[in-house]
């Protein structure tokens, strides 16, 4: 997800994100290690949203952007 739509969501749903997120992170290295993952760049991308997630959020806790 691009930054701007990150951008554009409100606390609640960044915290709803993040936690789809971890669980989707969580399947894929579960796939990866038992040999069923088929696109493994996928892990990279959803690690590389979860720090823009995350990021966001702590520009608006400390008084940042937002």
């Known amino acids: 997800m691009k930054t701007s739509k990150i951008r554009e969501l409100s606390v609640e749903k960044l915290n ?39 990021t966001i959020k702590r520009e608006r806790v400390s008084g940042g952007q937002g």
């Open 16 to 54: 709803e994100k993040l936690a789809n997120d971890r669980q989707e992170l969580f399947n894929l290295r579960f796939q990866h290690a038992t040999a069923q993952l088929e696109n493994t760049q996928r892990i990279k991308q959803v690690r590389r949203d979860i720090a823009r997630t995350e």
